[in-house]
Structure formats: C-alpha cells, structure tokens
C-alpha cells in the first residue's frame, strides 16, 4: 500500500500485531515504509525493539533483531534519507513543469467531459 496512507489506512497496526519476535519483514524497497526518513526510521526502530528483523529487497539489505548491525542500519538511513530528497524533488520538478505550461496558456487537467 502507498506510503502516502496514513498509518491507520495503511494499517500498521495489524501488521504488528501479526509479527512475532524473530520474524523478518520483507519489503521490496525502504521507500515502501514511509513518506519520510522520520517515519521510516521510526517504523525500523520498533520492528527491531519487538525482535523482528527486515529484509530489504531492491537495496538488498538485512537488518537483523539487534542494533548491532550498524552498517545495514546507517544504509537504511541514508536510503531512507535519498528517498525523501528524490520524492521532494520529483515534487518540485512537477510544480515547475505544471507552472509554465501554466503560463504558456495550456489547459491543465483531464479535459471537460474525460471519463
């Protein structure tokens, strides 16, 4: 589910409730756990508060149920850290385009009657 879900749309909640200590998380890419480096460092940090590791496909990175991994946990940060600078960027990027085809006079949006 969209990172951009709040945590109860997106529902965390039961997903903790289903993980047992020494369970591993499997997600495609770290961007997948939050929006921002906060909320994913957050989420990481509870994960490995109750005992369960993570498994990070796409960056191949394993983070174990102890913090004793500081490699693995200082690359989930900065790729963390990257994600929400390229999602910020990306955003910026749509703005500016939007906004000069704004200004050149073409119509935004889906046109009238679109289904």
Known sequence: MSSRKH???RRIDELFARLNPGDRLLVTELSRLGRS???VIHL???LVKQGIGIVV???SLTLDQTHD???SLTMMTLLA???ERERRMMSQR???ALATK???GIALGKPQGAI
Do not use: C, N, V, Y
Request: hydrophobic content about 30%; overall charge negative; proline content about 4%.
């Open 69 to 71: 991994d500081l490699q």
């Open 7 to 9: 945590p109860q749309e």
């Open 57 to 59: 496909i796409k960056q």
């Open 37 to 39: 480096t906060g909320q």
């Open 81 to 83: 850290l990257f994600a």
């Open 44 to 46: 990481i940090d509870e």
């Open 94 to 96: 749509t703005k500016e």
């Open 102 to 104: 704004k200004a050149r």
